[in-house]
């Protein structure tokens, strides 16, 4: 069975960068999707058995759901690391795959240095009960907080609630002109520690290494994701998703 490939939001700012590298490594798309001509894509061109890469924005996913709704599609593999989906959003999301046997894979951040810290800072609360973080984009950036700031918050918490710590995490957040993407988690402990850990994404490249990691573990696993429960998998850890084994 032949599965096409889409690539959405290939003229943005980083899915430009993402689309141009998955070029220059000989990796081609059937459709290549912008603001321009989605709903032509969605009325004409989506269909069963397509594997999508998506760098757009939530107004595309709530369109394509839509559209979902009124055709009969299987065996669509989802990508996507758009952020900004509020909790009711991300529960309609699932249910719609779910019901669609759809398999959706959300990532808040390709890049793999952070998916590295998101990893490690789960073993650091185990010992930090006081953290606060410092999220920094650029102006463009629409969502605040950022995903992966929450994600780290999320995990910081999910470690303290089982050594039955109970407090919450502040979350800063900055936009400023030349920054790309930029976290600084601050621990701290009763007995004179501080334990910084920062992560940059000084260039939108640095995001096409981990899409391309996923997207080949999806292509290549694509009859054995078959078999897993249809969903979308939100706030996934790639280090954890390339690692899994799927057969």
């Known amino acids: 069975m032949e599965y096409k490939k889409v690539f959405v939001g290939y003229t943005g700012k980083t899915g430009s960068v993402i689309f141009n590298n998955f070029k220059n490594d000989n990796i081609y798309f059937e459709y290549s999707v912008n603001s321009q001509n ?6 004409k061109h989506l269909e069963s058995n397509q594997i999508i890469v998506d760098f757009s924005n939530k107004a595309f996913i709530l369109n394509f759901l839509e559209k979902i709704k009124l055709k009969d599609i299987k065996n669509i593999f ?4 758009v952020t900004g989906f509020n909790y009711q959003e ?5 249910e719609i795959f779910i019901k669609n046997n759809l398999f959706g894979f959300h990532f808040p951040n390709f890049a793999i240095g952070i998916n590295l810290v998101n990893k490690f800072i789960s073993e650091v609360a185990n010992y930090f009960f006081d953290c606060e973080i410092i999220e920094a984009h650029h102006p463009f950036k629409k969502d605040k907080p950022s995903g992966t700031s929450l994600m780290s918050k999320n995990i910081i918490k999910d470690s303290w609630e089982r050594n039955d710590i109970h407090k919450d995490i502040n979350i800063h957040s900055l936009r400023l002109p030349s920054l790309v993407a930029h976290q600084n988690i601050i621990f701290a402990n009763n007995f004179g520690e501080i334990l910084e850990i920062k992560h940059h994404s000084l260039d939108r490249r640095s995001f096409y290494y981990g899409v391309k990691l996923v997207f080949n573990k999806v292509v290549n696993n694509l009859y054995s994701i078959l078999n897993f429960r249809p969903g979308f998998y939100f706030n996934l850890n790639i280090i954890d998703f ?3 084994n799927l057969k």
């Open 38 to 43: 989605f709903r032509e894509y969605l009325e």
């Open 90 to 94: 991300i529960k309609e999301i699932n």
């Open 242 to 244: 390339i690692n899994e």
């Open 78 to 81: 989802y990508i996507t690391g």
